[in-house]
């Protein structure tokens, strides 16, 4: 393999990394937006008490969609990928070798080792974005499914 060739993918690998590093900015707003949405609600529902049933359902509808929301966020923070252990690309695969074995794994590999490795990183990196974008969508479209209901309850409660 040419120098150019582990360059891409090289480059290959880092667009992976930025598609997960981008999904992680989704997170950031989905998570305190959705806790604001449901504390709203929560801080003055007692579902027992209120006289309309239809009140209820629209409330509990809110509270319902928004914890769904909230959890699809939590499970797209971990996507339970796990890298491989011998890389020497993968923090893991490093972390788990000590100082020595790393320098010489290192002084010993050749450009055949580093392609198979970047390839799998680029393959393990693909599937974690892909699953964090999967449940993302979960959580952003139970988020908006949440508004109308929302927005109904806060004008009962409030």
Same mark, same amino acid.
């Given at each position: 393999m *040419?120098?150019?060739?582990?360059?891409?993918? /090289?480059?290959?690998?880092?667009?992976?990394?930025?598609? !997960?590093?981008?999904?992680?900015?989704? #997170?950031? @707003?989905?998570?305190?937006?959705? *806790? $604001?949405?449901?504390? *709203?609600?929560? $801080?003055?529902?007692?579902?027992?008490?209120?006289? +309309? =049933?239809?009140?209820?359902? !629209?409330?509990?509808?809110? @509270?319902?969609?928004?914890?769904?929301?909230?959890?699809?966020?939590?499970?797209?923070?971990?996507?339970r *990928?796990?890298?491989?252990?011998?890389?020497?690309?993968?923090?893991?695969?490093?972390? $788990?070798?000590?100082?020595?074995?790393?320098?010489?794994?290192?002084?010993?590999? +050749?450009?055949?080792?580093?392609?198979?490795? @970047?390839? /799998?990183?680029?393959?393990?990196?693909?599937?974690?974005?892909?699953?964090?974008?999967?449940w993302?969508?979960?959580?952003?479209? =139970?988020?908006?499914?949440?508004? @109308?209901?929302? $927005? #109904?309850?806060?004008?009962?409660?409030?």
């Amino acid at each position: 393999m *040419t120098t150019l060739d582990i360059e891409f993918l /090289e480059r290959n690998l880092e667009r992976q990394l930025c598609w !997960v590093r981008a999904s992680e900015t989704r #997170i950031s @707003l989905i998570l305190p937006l959705a *806790t $604001a949405l449901f504390g *709203t609600v929560a $801080a003055k529902v007692n579902l027992f008490i209120l006289p +309309d =049933c239809w009140n209820n359902i !629209v409330i509990s509808a809110a @509270l319902l969609m928004i914890a769904l929301s909230l959890v699809f966020a939590s499970i797209a923070i971990f996507p339970r *990928t796990n890298g491989p252990n011998h890389s020497l690309i993968f923090f893991g695969g490093i972390a $788990a070798c000590s100082k020595e074995d790393f320098g010489s794994k290192m002084k010993n590999c +050749d450009a055949a080792a580093i392609e198979k490795d @970047l390839l /799998e990183q680029i393959q393990i990196n693909a599937c974690i974005a892909n699953k964090k974008y999967k449940w993302i969508q979960r959580s952003m479209i =139970c988020l908006v499914l949440s508004l @109308l209901p929302w $927005a #109904i309850s806060v004008s009962f409660l409030y």
